[in-house]
């Protein structure tokens, strides 16, 4: 039984970083489909930042240049570096996985494509 458990999000101020983690078990974080996703009140989920099996990374343009999406297998664990946090930043952050492999963008990689999800860390950027 595969379970994501994200923790690190909180309350900045603009230009602000955090990063996010995203503990994996269940299931060894090798050659996965991982990524975040974020949901602002009133708003639909969207794709932040992916990682697909081949280890490329996309990101969405609103973030790019400001996140990072990484991985540490060791640790079974995944990370979203923010930097220069804007207001719109402002959400609820999803790690989310699946066993898909081959090469993912941001745009293609949707809600529907991931099986597992976690339950949610808030980050608030005033």
């Known amino acids: 039984h595969v379970q994501l458990v994200e923790s690190g999000g909180g309350s900045v101020q603009a230009g602000g970083s955090l990063r996010l983690s995203c503990a994996v078990s269940?299931?060894?974080?090798?050659?996965?489909?991982m990524g975040w996703f974020r949901q602002a009140p009133g708003k639909e989920r969207e794709g932040v930042a992916v990682?697909?099996?081949?280890?490329?990374?996309s990101y969405a343009d609103s973030v790019k240049g400001r996140f990072t999406i990484s991985k540490d297998t060791s640790k079974n664990t995944l990370y979203l570096q923010m930097n220069g946090l804007k207001p719109e930043d402002t959400a609820m952050y999803y790690c989310?996985?699946?066993?898909?492999?081959?090469?993912?963008?941001?745009?293609?990689?949707?809600?529907?494509?991931?099986?597992?999800w976690g339950q949610g860390t808030q980050v608030t950027v005033s």
């Open positions: 990682l697909d099996s081949d280890g490329t990374t």
């Open positions: 989310a996985a699946d066993l898909a492999v081959g090469s993912y963008t941001v745009a293609a990689a949707e809600v529907s494509t991931f099986a597992y």
């Open positions: 269940g299931a060894t974080l090798r050659s996965n489909l």
